[in-house]
């Protein structure tokens, strides 16, 4: 196996076998292809629609390839390895800088061709990103995986990685029909409230939730441009979104949005309570919005909660929710 190569460039001498840096021109293609063959039962909707982005940017092989002798930022963030059988390119693992000061370092896009899984290709890959982030100066590398991938979550452990918590992707086949809810306390909240939205977020989280990546601010704000579009789908009846929280003063205890389809599911529901409330809360809004689902069509309802919020979970799975993966985020300090 040849030894790997200390530039990623064209001029290198081509490598046969073995690990080689990623280069964009020539890799962002195999590898988009190789990401889709790995992961086709794991992308959601922003997945799919970064790979469709990934594909669309390698037919402009010549001009990445310019803008890869650019500068470190663009390096930074298309960054990785390859490992490649008989020059062809069957392994990846993507490594890009997490946070502006380098200290953290995201580990990503760990995949392996079918015909060459179970050879421990994906260790030497996680080896030679764990090396680099070292000499980048880093203090952590980071990554998430689904904790139904136990074949991935048995090496990370064995490295030495440590879990920060986790979401949890639940879904109901339809909405189960309840009883009307008792609303006592429960208000409605204008799309123009969203900053209370994002406290209240953001109190749940909580620092050590977001250590790796804060809560972004444009995930919570309702732009004049949204609301408009947002009234237009109400107007002609596809879509309706409802918003209720509990509220002390001007701070939300506890919210919750449903976004109820007519034209087409399924309904989602996005629910926030600060944690020193758990279990007080989430009953009377869940209750709240499966009344509301029984005026729209019986599509499947979906919902994603965090793996501390154990009250929730269990309510949701009593009104016919079930889990359907848990996307962990671990992390592993780097020794210098």
């Known amino acids: 196996m040849a030894a790997i190569q200390s530039a990623g460039r064209s001029d290198t001498v081509a490598l046969q076998s073995g690990i080689r840096p990623f280069e964009i021109a020539r890799d962002l293609r195999p590898v988009a292809e190789l990401i889709s063959d790995a992961f086709a039962l794991e992308l959601d909707e922003r997945g799919a629609a970064a790979l469709r982005e990934m594909r669309m940017m390698s037919r402009m092989g010549g001009l990445l390839g310019v803008m890869s002798m650019a500068g470190s930022d663009f390096n930074d963030f298309f960054g990785g390895y390859v490992w490649v059988e008989e020059g062809k390119v069957v392994g990846n693992i993507t490594v890009q800088r997490a946070d502006k000061h380098g200290t953290r370092w995201q580990i990503a896009n760990v995949a392996i061709a079918k015909p060459y899984r179970g050879r421990g290709l994906s260790r030497r890959l996680m080896e030679q990103a764990i090396r680099h982030v070292r000499e980048q100066g880093g203090r952590w590398a980071v990554l998430q995986v689904y904790a139904e991938n136990t074949v991935a979550r048995t090496l990370y452990d064995h490295m030495g990685f440590e879990s920060l918590g986790g979401m949890v992707e639940l879904k109901a086949a339809r909405a189960v029909h309840v009883g009307p809810p008792l609303e006592a306390g429960i208000e409605t909240f204008a799309p123009n409230q969203w900053q209370s939205l994002y406290d209240l977020a953001n109190s749940q989280l909580g620092a050590g939730a977001q250590w790796w990546r804060s809560l972004r601010r444009s995930d919570y704000e309702v732009t004049l441009e949204q609301q408009l579009v947002e009234w237009t789908w109400e107007l002609l009846g596809r879509r309706r979104i409802l918003r209720r929280c509990f509220r002390f003063g001007s701070r939300?205890?506890?919210?919750?949005?449903?976004?109820?389809?007519?034209?087409?599911?399924?309904?989602?529901?996005?629910?926030?309570?600060?944690?020193?409330?758990?279990?007080?809360?989430?009953?009377?809004?869940?209750?709240?919005?499966?009344?509301?689902?029984?005026?729209?069509?019986?599509?499947?309802?979906?919902?994603?909660?965090?793996?501390?919020?154990?009250?929730?979970?269990?309510?949701?799975?009593?009104?016919?929710?079930?889990?359907?993966?848990?996307?962990?985020?671990?992390?592993?300090?780097?020794?210098?």
Do not use: C
């Not at 005026?295 to 009104?319: F, G, I, K, N």
């Open 252 to 336: 939300f205890d506890a919210a919750i949005v449903l976004e109820a389809q007519r034209w087409k599911g399924p309904h989602k529901l996005q629910m926030w309570v600060r944690p020193e409330l758990y279990g007080q809360k989430e009953q009377p809004l869940i209750a709240w919005a499966l009344h509301e689902l029984a005026a729209y069509p019986a599509w499947p309802v979906t919902v994603s909660v965090s793996t501390d919020h154990q009250a929730a979970l269990a309510l949701l799975e009593q009104a016919g929710f079930n889990s359907v993966r848990t996307l962990l985020t671990l992390r592993l300090p780097i020794s210098q």
